[in-house]
């Protein structure tokens, strides 16, 4: 009964929503064309390509609904940018702009509350204000030329007498690459590519012979400008002396991170990226384990051809593709030598939503 008066006060019938019939539609599609053939490559990595459908379907669902108009058309045009991107319509446009333009949506659903939501005028002036805010990001992320000052730090720190090295990398967004290189009578090597307004915290101690190394930006990456061209973005190289004995730790927020561990004597490592792209290479040498995650995205791992390899693998929706000899029991993969019963090293990996591909070198 009450929601009959309601409904009669204020001249508005609730909706149901179209969100999840939308995506429905949307995975049939790209499944169906993948079937007959007509799109190239995985399911999987056609649904990363196109997954900013999914920002688009939910502001349409927002407007359908009557729920919001101005965080509807945020949200949706951003879906809409990031889409251009990953098609290579927009080379400047990647999902790491929702890390850097979010509370524009706090300040959209602000708005939303004082225009009200059930007129014909304050859907037109929610509209409105939309795509003002909207052109508004478009023409700080496109049109107009990057304020971004990048300059270059590089980081040099001697063994000291170290035995076993122990390094400890977080970054917010951008590039980490990590393989070997560096000189003999150096620990660690660095070369940082950053923004003048990005904070770096590196540190390098010895004791009992164990040698800790801390790198990671501090503050909000939210606050940096709103977008970097690509001859300007972040990145940070990172190399490790080849003959000491590393146990690795690196996590990154959004974008991709490359390790290279095949010339180094890592004894335990665990990589963590929570959106975007993990490239592995294991070490040819010596045993070890590791575990590696991304949370969304692909995960992308090179075994050596002859190694022994347990890998446990916890996914979700993932697509995942393996190499001819492999097998796969449940949560197990096993490689050729692996099945053979010789003893194998460990990795665990942890995909939820994306692509894993095992592939050998």
């Given at each position: 009964?009450?929601d ?20 429905l539609?949307?995975m ?17 990595g056609?649904?990363?390509r ?6 688009i379907?939910s502001?349409?669902d ?7 108009y ?6 949706g ?9 990953n ?7 990647s ?7 979010w509370?524009?949506?706090l ?10 939501r ?9 509209i409105?204000?939309g795509?003002?805010?909207?052109a508004?990001?478009v023409?700080?992320?496109?049109g ?13 720190y001697p063994?000291?007498?170290?035995k ?5 990398i977080?970054?917010?967004?951008g590039?980490?690459n990590?393989?070997g ?6 620990a660690?090597e ?6 003048v307004?990005e904070?770096i ?6 004791k009992?012979d164990k ?5 990671e930006?501090?503050g909000l990456?939210?606050?940096?400008p709103?977008l970097q061209?690509?001859?300007?973005k972040?990145a940070w190289?990172?190399?490790f ?5 590393l ?8 974008g991709?991170?490359?390790l ?5 004597q890592v ?11 993990t ?12 575990d ?5 995205g692909?995960?992308l ?8 390899v347990?890998?446990y ?10 190499p ?11 490689s ?12 665990n990996?942890?995909q939820?939503?994306g ?7």
């Amino acid at each position: 009964m009450e929601d009959k008066i309601t409904q009669k006060n204020t001249g508005h019938r609730k909706r149901h929503s179209i969100f999840f019939p939308l995506l429905l539609v949307g995975m049939g599609v790209i499944l169906l064309l993948h079937t007959m053939r007509v799109l190239p490559g995985s399911a999987w990595g056609t649904i990363l390509r196109y997954w900013p459908v999914l920002l688009i379907a939910s502001a349409l669902d927002s407007i359908y609904r009557a729920e919001g108009y101005v965080g509807a058309v945020i949200w949706g045009g951003i879906g809409a940018f990031l889409l251009l991107g990953n098609l290579g319509m927009l080379p400047n446009a990647s999902w790491t702009m929702l890390l850097r333009w979010w509370p524009v949506l706090l300040i959209a659903v602000g708005l939303d509350l004082i225009i009200g939501r059930h007129s014909i005028w304050s859907a037109m002036i929610g509209i409105v204000l939309g795509v003002v805010i909207l052109a508004g990001i478009v023409w700080l992320s496109v049109g107009m030329s990057p304020v971004v000052t990048i300059e270059t730090q590089d980081l040099q720190y001697p063994l000291q007498g170290a035995k076993t090295l122990y390094a400890n990398i977080s970054a917010t967004a951008g590039e980490v690459n990590i393989s070997g290189g560096a000189q003999s009578d150096n620990a660690v090597e660095a070369i940082i590519t950053r923004s003048v307004n990005e904070e770096i915290d590196d540190a390098y101690t010895v004791k009992d012979d164990k040698g800790y190394f801390d790198l990671e930006n501090k503050g909000l990456f939210v606050l940096y400008p709103a977008l970097q061209s690509p001859s300007a973005k972040t990145a940070w190289e990172v190399y490790f002396n080849e003959e000491t004995p590393l146990v690795l730790e690196s996590e990154l927020i959004a974008g991709e991170q490359r390790l290279d561990l095949n010339d180094l004597q890592v004894k335990r490592f665990n990589i963590k990226t929570i959106f975007g792209r993990t490239t592995l290479v294991l070490p040819r040498k010596d045993s070890f384990d590791g575990d590696a995650e991304v949370i969304f995205g692909e995960l992308l791992v090179y075994v050596p051809e002859d190694a022994a390899v347990c890998i446990y693998a916890d996914t979700g929706i993932t697509g995942i593709d393996l190499p001819d000899g492999y097998i796969r029991e449940d949560d197990l993969i096993l490689s050729p030598s692996a099945e053979e019963g010789d003893g194998c090293m460990e990795l665990n990996l942890n995909q939820p939503i994306g692509s894993l591909r095992i592939a050998t070198y």
